[in-house]
């Protein structure tokens, strides 16, 4: 069964205080492994999709990197409109499922 | 480009009871997939419909059922509510059945089983 796991559960950063958020998956055949974020109350936001092992995307402060087995999530130097959960999901060649972790949930501190 | 919306924002429905929740799916896309996200925790897929045909389902009981209508509109219908169905519904659309550039998602609805 396909299985994502993402770590920590929580972080907390000064502003400026450079992190990476940790996503381990197990998966039948990786279609696309998926970054959303998500502020509360409202729907997951689309950051990166990775294809392959190897692959980066980058977006402002935001750096994505795959590996056969993980996926990080770099943040450099947050500012607190980065605060939010951050939620990796992977899908499969046989499936139309996304399949999430719990998720993230990132503090920056000014 | 309209987002993908959602209706209501909040219900309040009391256990037993039945619950309908639409989706309006973003311009030019004709997928859309439900989740159901509990306080805390990843979103869990429900199921897809893609040209108004059940295209894929997680595991969810029946009396979880969908609609997509020809205007890619789509219906979650959810019978006989339990205290456990409170959460925050997701709605997602895309451009095919799988599309890789990831899914655009609504605010939700959040339902409350009494």
């Known amino acids: 069964e396909d299985q994502v796991t993402q770590s920590p559960e929580a972080l907390r950063l000064q502003e400026g205080e450079s992190s990476s958020l940790n996503c381990s998956y197990t998966?039948?055949?990786?279609?696309?492994l998926f970054w959303y974020r998500q502020d509360p109350g409202k729907g997951p936001e689309f950051l990166f999709t990775l294809y392959s092992a190897g692959e980066e995307k980058e977006k402002e402060r935001l750096k994505a990197t795959l590996t056969k087995k993980e996926s990080f999530l770099h943040i450099t130097a947050p500012k607190p409109e980065d605060s939010a959960t951050y939620l990796c999901a992977v899908q499969a060649w046989n499936n139309n499922d996304m399949r999430f972790g719990a998720g993230t949930r990132l503090t920056v501190k000014p | 480009e309209t987002g993908v919306t959602q209706s209501p924002t909040h219900l309040i429905k009391t256990r037993g009871q039945q619950v309908t929740l639409r989706c309006s799916s973003q311009?030019?896309?004709?997928?859309v997939s439900w989740y159901q996200q509990a306080l805390g925790q990843g979103p869990q897929f429900i199921f897809q419909?893609?040209?108004?045909?059940?295209?894929g389902r997680g595991n969810f009981p029946p009396r979880f059922s969908g609609l997509q209508f020809p205007n890619y509109s789509s219906e979650l219908n959810v019978n006989a509510l339990e205290l456990d169905d409170s959460a925050l519904y997701l709605c997602?659309?895309?451009?095919?059945?799988?599309?890789?550039?990831?899914?655009?998602f609504g605010s939700g609805t959040r339902l409350t089983v009494v």
């Open positions: 998966v039948s055949g990786l279609r696309g």
């Open positions: 997602a659309s895309s451009r095919i059945s799988g599309d890789n550039y990831g899914y655009t």
């Open positions: 311009s030019g896309h004709n997928t």
């Open positions: 419909y893609y040209r108004e045909e059940e295209n």
